[in-house]
């Protein structure tokens, strides 16, 4: 099988000499009338000659069945067509040269007199594929029944058959109400975890944002976000120490005065979200050894912390709002994700913590954590979700009319935002007299950095210091590392919206997302800020963000800050948040970006 290879017949192609190398086969036609543009026939990609196991999910053998010489030659190669022969297949991906992110499930059917030789030929490709590191073997799948129009049990069917042939076992739950998924994870022993290579999502970004948050919930241990002076939360730690004396938490640490550490248990306390009730039980036979064989922790620290190398999330999209899977695979598409899932990508993800300190200007303060994947919004994003609970029979469609409604309303919200300057970072600032001017003038046009578009094998997010990463930040004016002395910049005046975009939250109607140059995991939140401005002038910077290559943060009333964390305090009595488009009533804030804080089975967009 190695040097120049044995000679098998490969359907629609012919006879082929295929060698076996240290990543992959490669494969030589054996008869100069195999042209080229025969190699390029249907289920191959043009002009390949090799493939390598990386891109390779299974290899089986298959019944005694016709073989195909080349389509499209004059002269009839041996064996003459549909030759009877025993054979097998090996599933692999393809891709378009043109528009590389779609994964296209391709097969290669080859075939030999003998049938010990396909035998071998299986066993040893086999062998090859299950050294590929980091594919999963174990997989919780959540599937969500009535997601987008009614997808989610759909698109799991066509995908469970890839699932099935690569061999990968799937403990497949249908959630049965919202929160369900979030209370199994949160309430699974970490034996149990354990067992699993990572939770799937087979919905929308809230089924995600639920399962982040239940894994999460228990086993992010890390501290608040920093919040500063003014703010004025000392008192809180004094909260959080009667919590943990009250048995609460039991694996809070004595931290430092104002950021302690205090994992979401505290969420208990809340049951008006379907998201922070815990108490109900999941019912299902995975929680059934729950507690009573977990081994013993003496310190109580739990067994599966975050961030870690092993575990990953994933999404099948099938929601009516898929920006993560749009801003991580740059498709919305069910099979492409299945086979990034099967190849075992992987790609590191920043996560939001967003601590809520008080619902309401007159409640007590206490401390709530939720996570978020994608955004988490005030004002316009925020009452959008608030307003569309009130039309749900509209399906996906109410989106459109409740932001229609909210838009025509032009309700502008006092409040108070801290945000953390990091040093080189930018920051492209409104001030409150001129926002009525509109567009940014020509000096900022010609000022503005650079955009750095986070793509597969991003530089920014791998972390690495390479002389072109150091000469793209002198260009783009930008740093990929938080300034040692960051200092708190206050900015105050009626809001539209505020909001932190985690990653570019690439969707349909926004083909550059919110923020076009967020990356995945740089570590960093995009703060937008958008000041009260005549309503022609929010239309304005709205349709903006539905057109590719434009420039809806170049208005004046608006406020883009690339920051690590940021606190905000409104005095109003319905402020509501929208965390990866799930409801969160919340009048104080405090948000950081924790970098890398989850991986994700992915490779980052092809844009
Ligand atoms: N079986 C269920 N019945 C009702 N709600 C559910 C169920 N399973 C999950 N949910 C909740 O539905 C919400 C939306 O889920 P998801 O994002 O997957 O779908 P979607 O179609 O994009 O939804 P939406 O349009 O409401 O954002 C989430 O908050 C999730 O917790």
């Known amino acids: 099988m190695q040097g120049d290879g044995e000679a098998l017949f490969l359907d629609c192609v012919g006879e082929v000499a295929v060698a076996v190398g240290d990543d992959g086969l490669s494969f030589q036609p054996l008869h100069q009338e195999v042209s080229s543009s025969c190699w390029s026939s249907i289920r191959l990609q043009p002009k390949l000659d090799r493939l390598k196991f990386s891109d390779v999910y299974a290899v089986e053998l298959l019944d005694v069945g016709p073989m195909c010489g080349p389509w499209n030659t004059r002269t009839v190669v041996q064996p003459k067509r549909n030759t009877e022969m025993n054979r097998f297949v090996i599933h692999a991906i393809t891709r378009s040269r043109k528009r590389p992110s779609p994964w296209v499930p391709c097969e290669y059917i080859f075939g030999h007199k003998d049938l010990k030789t396909c035998k071998t030929w299986v066993e040893h490709i086999n062998a090859c594929i299950n050294k590929e590191q980091d594919r999963p073997k174990n997989l919780m799948v959540f599937v969500h029944p009535l997601c987008g129009k009614g997808r989610g049990c759909k698109n799991w069917e066509t995908v469970a058959p890839l699932f099935e ?19 199994t994870l949160a309430s699974l022993s970490d034996k149990e975890l354990k067992k699993f290579d990572g939770v799937i999502a087979v919905g929308g970004d809230g089924l995600f944002n639920e399962i982040l948050n239940g894994l999460l919930s228990t086993r992010y241990t890390d501290s608040y976000p ?11 730690s004094k909260k959080c120490q009667e919590h943990i004396n009250n048995g609460l938490n039991s694996s809070m640490s004595a931290g430092d005065d104002v950021n302690v550490i205090f994992p979401s248990s505290s969420n208990i306390l809340d049951d008006h979200e379907p998201l922070l009730s815990t108490t109900q039980s999941a019912g299902l036979d995975i929680l059934s050894s729950n507690t009573s064989d977990e081994p013993c922790n ?7 912390s975050f961030p870690n190398s092993w575990f990953r999330l994933g999404i099948i999209p099938s929601g009516s709002t898929d920006a993560i899977v749009l801003s991580t695979t740059g498709e919305r598409d069910p099979v492409t994700s299945a086979l990034l899932i099967i190849l075992g990508r992987r790609i590191p993800l920043d996560i939001a913590q967003v601590v809520r300190w008080k619902s309401t200007p007159s409640t007590e303060v206490v401390p709530t954590v939720r996570y978020a994947a994608s955004f988490a919004g005030y004002g316009f994003y925020g009452e959008v979700i608030r307003e569309s609970e009130k039309y749900r029979w509209m399906g996906p469609a109410r989106y459109d009319f409740s932001g229609t409604m909210v838009f025509l309303k032009h309700r502008s919200y006092e409040a108070k935002v801290a945000f953390l300057e990091n040093g080189n ?7 409150a007299e001129n926002v009525a001017n509109g567009v940014q003038t020509l000096e900022y046009l010609q000022n ?7 793509r597969t094998n991003c530089f920014i997010c791998k972390g690495t210091s390479t002389s072109e990463q150091i000469l793209e930040d002198n260009i783009s004016g930008s740093s990929r590392t938080a300034s040692e002395n960051p200092k708190w910049v206050w900015s105050n005046g009626h809001f539209l919206s505020v909001g932190a975009a985690v990653i570019s939250c690439r969707n349909e109607r926004a083909p550059d997302g919110l923020v076009a140059d967020a990356h995945l995991s740089d570590g960093f939140l995009h703060l937008l800020l958008i000041r009260d401005c005549p309503l022609p002038y929010y239309l304005w910077h709205l349709t903006q963000f539905t057109k590719k290559g434009s420039d809806p943060l170049n208005f004046k009333f ?6 690590t964390a940021f606190t905000f305090i409104s005095s109003h009595d319905e402020s509501v948040w929208n965390l990866d488009g799930e409801l969160l009533q ?22």
């Open 448 to 454: 503005r950095p650079h955009k750095t578009i986070c």
């Open 298 to 304: 003496g310190d109580q620290v739990p067994l599966v």
């Open 226 to 236: 920093p919040t500063p002076e003014e703010f004025g939360y000392l008192r809180s």
């Open 586 to 607: 919340a009048c104080e804030v405090s948000v950081q970006a924790c970098r890398g804080l989850v991986n994700l089975f992915a490779s980052g967009p092809e844009v």
């Open 558 to 563: 608006v406020e883009h800050h690339k920051t």
């Open 165 to 183: 042939r690569a061999k990968v076992h799937t403990k497949v739950i249908v959630t049965e109400r919202a929160g369900h998924a979030y209370a």
């Open 425 to 431: 970072t930018h920051s492209l600032s409104a001030s």
